[in-house]
């Protein structure tokens, strides 16, 4: 582990940003990351990276506590069940794999015509969609997976509960929306969509969420609404139900992630140009930040520098107290948030009751 605690500078916009969290920096990875995800406790960190591997990490001091090895290319994605029971992974190796959490051990693989580029669980555990790329004459397709909870996980069926392809704009993330017999989806045209999971019927779709790729989708904690980040530099607030847009945040940069923060009104911010536009000054300098914006009053309320290249990917600890992200660099950042932060009153003196 490198690094201990440091503050890292916050703008001055927000009083309870002022001073910033204490961090931890792990250099698990040798290339850069592609996603990272907490526990439902908050005490595990899991990220994959273009290096093949998965890494699991200690929240509270960052230390390394295992790695999942297999892969044979680049883990985009990666999703872990609500009991930290099951991980599941998907990569460029054209493989979706099942692992246990605790023994590092790999239970199952699924294996398809082009590379996983995006997994998740459904909310009972019970099941796995996830999208493989349209790619040297195939469809992009999403597919949904009974998981046998039953055993020891190794007897999985090979065959899709459902399976379907998104007509026109190929789909590049994915989640189980509000209710578990939709699938919503984000596209390369910036268009979002919810899909019947059974008969791959579109339901819903709102064409111009975004005017560029959607490169990430996070849902609330009730799935009731949902943040979504874009190459086209905003990232936007929608309803599960109706995929209207509650709000947009505006940035000066191609996002690749957002986060929202569970039981303050935040929502989190990272992106930054490609290594080509990038000045070696701000590599140099660990510039690239992620930035914290008002969920409600759509204003930027402070920013955590830190990373030598883009961010690629942001997550919140479900318990609120950290969040963590991973760059271009290698680099995964744990970042605790201090007592300023939950002291802070986002709303001024009104309270806002959950």
């Given at each position: ?5 440091s503050y890292p500078t916050y ?141 020891d996980g190794t007897e999985q ?115 930054g140009q490609d290594a080509m ?78």
């Open positions: 582990m490198v690094g201990a605690h703008g001055d916009a927000h009083p309870s940003l002022s001073r910033g969290p204490s961090y931890y920096k792990q250099t698990g990875h040798e290339r850069s990351l592609t996603q990272i995800k907490f526990n439902r406790e908050g005490d595990l960190l899991f990220s994959c990276s273009k290096d093949h591997t998965i890494n699991v990490w200690y929240t509270h001091n960052g230390e390394r506590l295992g790695t999942y090895d297999g892969h044979n290319g680049t883990v985009w994605t990666i999703d872990v069940d609500s009991q930290s029971r099951f991980l599941i992974s998907g990569s460029a190796d054209n493989t979706m794999r099942l692992w246990e959490v605790q023994s590092g051990k790999c239970l199952f693989r699924w294996e398809f015509p082009t590379a996983v580029k995006r997994v998740a669980f459904s909310e009972d555990d019970d099941q796995v969609v996830c999208i493989t790329e349209q790619r040297m004459g195939h469809q992009g397709a999403v597919r949904i997976f009974n998981i046998n909870r039953d055993g069926s090979k065959e899709p509960l459902s399976m379907f392809n998104p007509i026109g704009s190929k789909a590049v993330v994915c989640a189980f929306a509000h209710t578990p017999d939709l699938i919503l989806t984000g596209h390369e045209s910036g268009k979002i969509a919810l899909f019947d999971a059974k008969t791959g019927e579109e339901v819903l779709t709102n064409e111009h969420a975004h005017r560029d790729t959607v490169t990430d989708l996070q849902l609330s904690p009730d799935r009731s609404y949902f943040v979504t980040s874009s190459k086209d530099k905003t990232a936007r607030l929608h309803e599960t139900r109706t995929l209207t847009v509650l709000k947009t945040y505006v940035t000066e940069t191609p996002l690749n992630s957002a986060a929202l923060a569970p039981g303050k009104p935040y929502v989190l911010l990272g992106g536009s990038v000045t070696t000054t701000s590599l140099r300098q660990g510039k690239f930040e992620t930035r914290f914006w008002h969920k409600v009053f759509e204003e930027e309320v402070g920013r955590v520098k830190g990373h030598f290249g883009p961010v690629n990917t942001i997550a919140v600890s479900p318990k609120g107290d950290c969040y963590a992200s991973g760059g271009e660099d290698g680099f995964v950042r744990v970042h605790h948030f201090d007592e300023s932060y939950f002291r802070a009153k986002p709303y001024g003196d009104l309270e806002i009751e959950d």
